[in-house]
C-alpha cells in the first residue's frame, strides 16, 4: 500500500515534476502534487507525495524533514486525514453551502429554489421568494 506524505513550507515556484524529481532519490513515487488556491491557481505552499514503499517514505521524511529546498526549509511528514472534513460540502444546485437558493428567503434554507417556498411556487408563500414574505 502507498504512503502518502505532507510537504510544506515550498517554494511558490516549484512544480509537480519537481517534486517528484526531488523524492525519486528515495524511491518510486507514485504521485506528487502541488495543492493550487482554487480562485487564483497559485500555489499554497504545499503538496503531497504518494511513494509506493513506506521504508521508503520513511527515509525521505528523515532525509528531507527540515532541509532547505528551492531556497525554503520544508516540512515532511506522513499525511494525516484532515479532521473534520467529510468532502466538498455542495448541495443539488451547485452551491457550495446550502442557503436560499435564487430569491428565497434566508429562512428558507435548503429548500429555497428559485421563489423559495417548498412547493416551488412563484409567490413564495411567507418564506420568501417573489410574492412575499421577506
Known amino acids: 500500500m502507498a504512503t502518502k506524505l505532507y510537504v510544506g513550507n515550498l517554494s511558490f515556484n516549484l512544480t509537480d515534476a519537481d517534486l517528484k524529481q526531488a523524492f525519486e532519490q528515495y524511491g ?7 495543492v493550487n488556491d482554487r480562485e487564483t491557481n497559485r500555489s499554497k505552499g504545499f503538496g503531497f507525495v504518494e511513494m509506493t ?3 521508503a517514505a520513511q527515509e525521505a521524511i528523515e ?3 527540515g532541509t532547505e ?10 499525511a494525516r486525514a484532515r479532521e473534520g472534513f467529510s468532502g466538498p460540502r455542495r448541495d443539488s444546485r ?5 442557503g436560499s437558493g435564487f430569491g428565497g428567503s434566508s429562512r428558507g434554507g435548503s429548500r429555497g429554489g428559485f421563489g423559495g417556498s417548498s ?5 413564495g408563500g411567507s418564506r420568501g421568494g417573489f410574492g412575499g414574505g421577506y
Request: overall charge neutral.
Open 28 to 34: 518510486e513515487v507514485v504521485s506528487a502534487s502541488i
Open 53 to 55: 514503499d513506506a521504508a
Open 63 to 65: 532525509k528531507m524533514n
Open 69 to 78: 529546498f528551492f531556497g525554503r526549509r520544508v516540512v515532511v511528514n506522513e
Open 94 to 98: 451547485g452551491g457550495s453551502t446550502g
Open 119 to 123: 412547493r416551488g411556487g412563484y409567490d
